[in-house]
């Protein structure tokens, strides 16, 4: 099973693990959160990171840690940057909450699995949505003409 550590700008990280935890009540011990405060330095935000990659915990079931961010090339994701490999630990930024969810949904497969899935949960919970009710459809002209008279 994977774990996974979301770095982002505070209070965003822990927001994000506090829907993944509405949703799927069960995935506490596999979901980390490490808010990124302004005024702490990257060096400090590492050690937070590191400290929470810990606290996430190893074992013999443990396939890898997936880190979520935010922003590209922002602090969290130069964070996260020094602290996977690539190999054992992943990086994905651009984090959402539809890929959050599909990565909690699928963390028992493998980590490259998991990397797909998760960037095509966040790139499909993007979209736009049309509106459809009654009172924001234009109005065709014979119902205009219908109601002159009333005003």
Do not use: W
């Not at 996430?56 to 935010?70: C, F, H, R, S, Y």
């Not at 949960?121 to 008279?149: E, F, L, S, Y």
């Amino acid at each position: 099973m994977n774990k996974i550590l979301i770095i982002a700008h505070a209070p965003l990280a822990h927001a994000l693990r506090q829907c993944a935890l509405h949703v799927f009540p069960d995935c506490e011990q596999f979901v980390g959160a490490v808010d990124v405060q302004p005024n702490v330095s990257p060096d400090e935000t590492l050690g937070s990171a590191r400290i929470m990659l810990a606290q996430l915990g190893g074992g013999a079931d443990i396939k890898g840690v997936l880190v979520l961010t935010d922003i590209f090339g922002a602090t969290p994701c130069n964070v996260a940057q020094k602290l996977v490999d690539g190999v054992r630990s992943k990086l994905i930024t651009g984090v959402n909450l539809p890929m959050l969810l599909r990565s909690v949904s699928y963390r028992h497969e493998s980590l490259d699995a998991l990397v797909t899935r998760a960037v095509a949960g966040g790139t499909q919970g993007v979209m736009q949505v049309a509106i459809t009710a009654p009172q924001n459809q234009a109005r065709r002209k014979h119902d205009q003409d219908q109601h002159d008279h009333q005003q």
